[in-house]
């Protein structure tokens, strides 16, 4: 231990030697916090534990309830499941192991070798992640030189992690240990196996679900709830990753680099577009669906979509109107307050539903109704004679945040309602252990959009998505699986150009800003992609909803 340093925490000031451990200091207030430290913030730079004080500091603590420590979490959790199964096993029986997607508060991860995927192995695994959990088995960071590992990397048949590591700038690469297992990881981890308390592991389909607390609920493993429609919607995303070979991160910079990156745009739209076309085919089916009902999470491609799938459904014979719920708000001085005396757009009661019944009622019964137009600037609702009747072949498509909600649309017979889920759900990997966040791709999206559209700083964007984030959890993931169809925005190739158009916004937030450890993370993330030429984009793709460029009024 070296001289004493001066370590300002909560206001107050501790002496500890030069060279303590966070960990150690953790320790000391562990007692003061709910939830498990799990990393520290120095001087605004976000921490593991098993490093260690080199000089005076301001210090914070990041338990698992936070957004930071939480994903450390999940992340030390897989590689405790990961080594687990190679202790189990050995290395030589398995070809791999994935952690292909979230679903719910757990990841469905995909196996495959010379074994056979039962309870009795399940149960071996499980007993054998709860032992190195007794155990507290440390989770050891060594940096590591690049050559070296790519060479070790291709011995042992690793791809994923040889592509990926093809284009890292760096000599070095940091990996972690966990008793014999070896692996990268993206992102901070936790010191040890002995904060890995909260887990379950049940068979689902051809894989297993890794259970997983919530954030909010760190210390509790949630019972799995089956969503068997996302499943389905993730699985075939998946399969459309592996059909145009481009499943990992590594992988698509090949094909930027390899300059095959415009069949891979034209192949993704085009299954895009056959899926639109599916669910439009459904809509005509039904025969009797008036009201297409369309709502998903913030920066879904909503708006893309209805107008897709309008074009889509007169292309099937049908006469599509489209209506936003927004222009159904209540005026601003009507709309209901959160706890923080903020008004509150997202809940159901900020839109006027007994107005939206009475005119989509009269549109059902064959009335001429006058539709209103919601004035953002004055808080009011406008009317502009747009007048609309149902006829024959007519459909309404209507988009917003609580379509899915039957309390939002009561008085219309179920049978004349046709509901769609849209989202993006990422199913490109950083590599075959290492999973992007599905809210992440939605979160770059919008930082985008709201610059491009709104004026908004990054800053403004990232400091409002926790509340965003509260909304969706609310107001739209619990009806997600009543919907009738639903459909994936996500594009594989939308990261590598979303890139060159967010880098300079995140660059812009600086340590004091709340956002400053979000906006540094995902600058970290985009380091791994190379980007794209927008040019080669069709102009009713999704994505140009949020980068410009959009034959549709978004």
Not at 66 to 93: D, P
């Amino acid at each position: 231990m070296g001289k004493d340093c001066k370590v300002e925490i909560g206001g107050k000031e501790y002496i500890y030697k030069e060279g303590t451990p966070f960990l150690e200091i953790a320790g000391d207030f562990q007692k003061d916090f709910d939830a498990d430290i799990a990393l520290v913030i120095v001087n605004s730079k976000l921490q593991e534990l098993f490093r260690t004080l080199k000089s005076d500091c301001t210090l914070t603590f990041e338990t698992t309830r936070g957004t930071s420590g939480h994903k450390a979490y999940k992340r030390s959790a897989c590689m405790l499941m990961i080594a687990s199964f190679y202790e189990v096993l050995g290395a030589e029986r398995i070809d791999y192991i994935r952690v292909e997607f979230s679903l719910g508060a757990g990841y469905y991860c995909s196996l495959k070798g010379d074994f056979k995927l039962d309870d009795e192995l399940l149960d071996k695994v499980r007993d054998r992640m709860k032992k190195t959990v007794e155990e507290d088995a440390p989770i050891i960071k060594t940096p590591r030189d690049l050559e070296d590992m790519m060479e070790r990397f291709h011995r042992s048949g690793r791809k994923d992690k040889e592509e990926l590591f093809k284009y890292r700038r760096s000599s070095n690469i940091n990996m972690y240990t966990l008793r014999d297992y070896e692996d990268y990881y993206y992102g901070y981890m936790l010191p040890s196996a002995g904060y890995i308390r909260y887990f379950e592991l049940y068979r689902y389909h051809d894989g297993i679900i890794l259970q997983l607390p919530e954030r909010n609920e760190p210390q509790t493993v949630p019972a799995f709830k089956d969503s068997s429609k996302l499943f389905e919607t993730m699985y075939k995303s998946n399969a459309w990753g592996e059909m145009i070979g481009v499943s990992s991160v590594g992988a698509l910079n090949d094909r930027i680099s390899d300059g095959g990156m415009q069949q891979v745009i034209l192949v993704q739209e085009a299954l895009q577009e056959s899926r639109i076309s599916d669910i439009a085919q459904q809509i005509k089916e039904r025969g009797n669906s008036r009201f297409v009902m369309i709502a998903g999470p913030s920066s879904s491609g909503k708006t893309t979509f209805s107008h897709r799938l309008s074009i889509e459904l007169m292309a099937h014979g049908m006469k599509p109107h489209p209506i936003a719920l927004d222009n159904y708000f209540k005026n601003r001085e009507d709309t209901p307050l959160d706890e923080e005396g903020n008004y509150d757009f997202e809940c159901l009661e900020a839109i006027d539903i007994e107005g939206f019944n009475k005119d989509m009622t009269k549109l059902l019964n064959g009335e001429r109704v006058e539709i209103p137009s919601f004035n953002f600037k004055t808080g009011k609702r406008e009317y502009h004679g747009d007048y609309l009747e149902l006829k024959g072949e007519d459909v309404l498509v209507i988009e917003g945040i609580h379509g899915l909600n039957d309390k939002l649309s009561y008085s219309l017979p179920p049978e004349s309602k046709f509901k769609v889920y849209i989202s993006a759900l990422t199913t490109l990997n950083v590599d075959d252990h290492n999973r992007i966040p599905t809210t992440d791709g939605r979160l770059l999206r919008r930082i985008v959009r709201d610059y491009r559209t709104r004026g908004a700083s990054a800053s403004k964007t990232l400091n409002m998505w926790a509340s965003v984030r509260r909304g969706e959890e609310k107001f739209i993931f619990p009806f997600q699986e009543s919907a009738d169809a639903m459909f994936n925005s996500h594009l594989v190739y939308e990261l590598a150009v979303l890139k060159p158009f967010v880098e300079p916004l995140l660059f812009g937030i600086t340590k004091d800003d709340p956002a400053y450890q979000e906006a540094k993370r995902l600058l970290k993330f985009l380091e791994y992609f190379l980007s794209i030429d927008t040019a080669s984009i069709p102009n009713n793709s999704i994505v140009r909803e949020f980068i410009g460029g959009s034959c549709f009024n978004v």
